[in-house]
Nanobody, 126 residues
């Protein structure tokens, strides 16, 4: 059973940093590739970052490269998204996602993920 819960969102100013967390209450977190997506009002959900099950491989959307970092602590069943130099265009609901299939690499499409959290709001004011 995979149950994902995000936390860490909030209201910040442009240039600030924020760290999102996603905790899985299941027992297979350490064997699953994970990803972060976001959805702004009126827009489709888009890829932000992904990490493989070991944490050795990562991928980022061009819009966040150099500003965001994805990491995981498999001992704590927790996925992180460190967001630096935030911009107003980063405002969105952020979702973590997990794959059904175990192991594998990194995946940047919504269709690759089967489990989703409820989302956490990030608002960046100018």
């Amino acid at each position: 059973q995979v149950q994902l819960v995000e936390s860490g969102g909030g209201l910040v100013q442009a240039g600030d940093s924020l760290r999102l967390s996603c905790t899985d209450s299941g027992r297979t977190f350490s064997s699953r590739a994970m990803g972060w997506f976001r959805q702004a009002p009126g827009k489709e959900r888009e890829f932000v970052a992904a990490i493989n099950w070991r944490g050795a491989m990562t991928d980022f959307a061009d819009s966040v490269k150099g500003r965001f970092t994805i990491s995981r602590d498999n001992a704590k069943n927790t996925l992180y998204l460190q967001m630096n130099s935030l911009k107003p265009e980063d405002t969105a609901v952020y979702y973590c996602a997990a794959r059904l299939m175990l192991y594998g690499g990194v995946y940047n499409s919504r269709e690759a993920y089967n489990y989703w959290g409820q989302g956490t709001q990030v608002t960046v004011s100018s």
